[in-house]
């Protein structure tokens, strides 16, 4: 689940920033953002990212950055993992609203990742270029 702090329109374009309440095991694909630096900082729980072929832990506290262009993707370990995510500049928001289901009446936050979608939405949005299935076993 999403919750958004400041919008690009709040920023002027400089960045977008929201927090993430992610399910156990929850997977993005492998991809990079070409225009924007991506920094995720964990509030709690722990994930594990495949920044550019290596893996690291990164729990309640850390921080990981991904340079724009640099491909990585993060599998959530913990139950409860919840994360600040920022971009800057601002760019993906279209990519992020269009990838993502509204919250309602048929929520499902345990559902499989529809990875036909996100690509489609980066397709048509950009701020994310999709370079193939998550990397993790």
């Known amino acids: 689940m999403q919750t958004w702090k400041a919008t690009e329109e709040d920023t002027a374009g400089a960045f977008l920033l929201f927090e993430d309440e992610m399910a156990l095991n929850k997977v993005t694909p492998m991809h990079t953002h070409p225009d924007s630096d991506e920094t995720l900082y964990i509030l709690a729980g ?4 495949n920044m ?3 893996e690291h832990h990164v729990a ?7 340079p ?3 491909p990585h993707a993060f599998k959530v370990l913990q139950e409860g993992t919840r994360m600040l995510c920022l971009h800057i500049p601002g760019g993906a928001q279209a990519f992020y609203f269009g990838a993502s289901e509204p919250l309602g009446a048929e929520d499902n936050r345990e559902g499989a ?4 979608r996100i690509r489609e939405s980066g397709r048509v949005n950009g701020g994310i270029e999709i370079l193939g299935p998550p990397p993790f076993g």
């Open 113 to 116: 990742v529809d990875f036909d």
């Open 68 to 70: 724009r262009g640099v």
């Open 52 to 54: 550019d072929g290596t």
């Open 46 to 49: 722990e994930i594990l990212i």
């Open 60 to 66: 309640a506290g850390g921080l990981a950055i991904a």
